[in-house]
């Protein structure tokens, strides 16, 4: 038993492993970005630790830099961050039976990374694969945080990285994500359609844009999915 379960260990491990490479410039980007907007050693290091959320770590960062008010930090972060309740909604029937111990863990750990590895049939259906899941979003929480800890350490002598286009890496990151799980018509459908209404939401300067466009194709890839099932319906209603 306890070889099966360093077998799944190792495994999360390894799966993780490329997408923990993959955002080592976001990662030393955020971290050198909060010491050069002269954030202490300990805030800077206390973000990926509590946050842990690239995206809302970088704009939370120019906000308190930029003297905003708690409210518009809490109010964009919370904007920004709003995807993950519909990663958690996704997960809720795979995750609803597990006692809390499992399911606090697993939800902190709940990455745009570990979500992608949420969507195989067998995910999280017994502690083996419980074991994989902690595993793969905990590694990405260690590495997320030794990225952060090399940009707080040359974060005073590195130059302005946002200068250098590394927050392109965000961009990269979500294509290598996305990607793989396209996998028939309708979710082209819904990947096509979120990428044109973000760019769109994105040139409008709408705050919500992310989470409306969003929607917008989880609604599109569900109509083709239907309109596909009634046409198959239609197929073999007339061949027999």
Request: charged letters at 15%; hydrophobic letters at 55%.
């Amino acid at each position: 038993m306890q070889n099966i379960k360093k077998k799944y260990l190792l495994k999360g491990l390894l799966d993780m492993m490329p997408l923990n490479l993959a955002v080592l410039p976001w990662g030393i980007l955020c971290g050198s970005l909060a010491i050069q907007r002269d954030f202490t050693v300990l805030e800077a290091l206390l973000m990926p630790l509590i946050v842990f959320a690239g995206a809302a770590q970088l704009v939370s960062i120019e906000l308190i830099a930029g003297n905003a008010s708690l409210a518009t930090i809490l109010l964009t972060t919370f904007i920004i961050s709003s995807r993950h309740f519909l990663y958690g909604l996704a997960l809720r029937n795979k995750l609803k039976h597990l006692p809390k111990r499992w399911r606090l863990p697993l939800g902190f750990l709940l990455t745009d990374e570990l979500f992608a590895f949420s969507g195989r049939k067998q995910a999280y259906r017994n502690n083996n694969r419980l074991y994989y899941a902690l595993s793969a979003g905990g590694s990405f929480y260690i590495t997320w945080f030794i990225w952060n800890l090399i940009g707080v350490m040359a974060g005073s002598f590195l130059p302005d990285l946002t200068e250098l286009g590394l927050d392109f890496a965000i961009a990269v990151t979500f294509i290598a994500l996305v990607v793989p799980g396209i996998k028939n018509f309708s979710i082209l459908i819904t990947v096509v359609v979120s990428g044109v209404l973000a760019i769109i939401f994105q040139l409008w300067h709408w705050q919500v844009g992310l989470v409306l466009s969003a929607l917008g194709g989880m609604f599109a890839g569900y109509t083709v999915s239907q309109y596909q099932t009634r046409l198959r319906k239609v197929y073999q209603g007339v061949e027999k």
